[in-house]
């Protein structure tokens, strides 16, 4: 059960940082989640969710 704690905080943390940059614009593509602001607050929150969860992956025995 310990992976699948750190195979999901790992996705977590990819999917928050690429939020991120869509919401501040930063991957140069068009349209959907680009620019839009409210995913620049969500995709931080997602990481810290996702690290949290990785280390209690980590922590688990």
Do not use: E, H, Y
Not at 3 to 15: E, F, K, S, T
């Amino acid at each position: 059960m310990r992976w699948v704690w750190l195979i999901v905080g790992a996705l977590l943390v990819l999917m928050g940082v690429i939020w991120t940059l869509q919401g501040l614009d930063l991957l140069g593509q068009s349209g959907g989640m680009n620019g839009q602001g409210i995913w620049a607050i969500i995709g931080p929150l997602v990481v810290l969710v996702g690290l949290v969860s990785a280390g209690f992956g980590l922590r688990k025995r």
